[in-house]
C-alpha cells in the first residue's frame, strides 16, 4: 500500500474511532468492537516509520488523546485499551475530550 494511503487510512480510522466513543455510556459501546478497533489503529500506527508518525504525531496526539479522554470516565485510567491507546500518544493528552483548541495551519 503507498504511504499516502496509509497515512490516510490510520487517520480516517483514528477520527472515526474519537467521534464513535464521544462522550459515551458503557452501555452505549460494543466491547468488541472497541477492542478490534484498537487493536486495528495500533497496528496501522505500528506499521508507520517513525519519521511519518514524527509528521503527524501531535495531530495524532490531539485526536486519539480525546477519544482516551472520553473512554477514561468509562472504562478506568487503567483499562487495557485506555493503555493501549495511550501507547500511540508522545505528547501529553489534552485537558478533555472537548478540547479543540490547539490550530490547525496549512501550508499554502
Known sequence: MH??????????SAGAFEGYVYRKKKSEIDMDALENW???L???HGHLTPE???????ACDQTIGRA????MPVLGEEHRIIQ????????GLP??????????WFDT
Not at 68 to 71: D, H, K, Q
Open 95 to 104: 485537558g478533555s475530550a472537548d478540547d479543540f483548541q490547539k490550530q490547525k
Open 68 to 71: 482516551v479522554r472520553s473512554l
Open 84 to 91: 493501549k491507546l495511550k501507547s500511540m500518544i508522545a505528547g
Open 42 to 44: 495500533l497496528g496501522a
Open 38 to 40: 484498537t487493536e486495528n
Open 3 to 12: 504511504i499516502y494511503k496509509e497515512i490516510y487510512e490510520f487517520a480516517a
Open 52 to 58: 511519518v508518525r514524527g509528521e503527524f504525531q501531535s
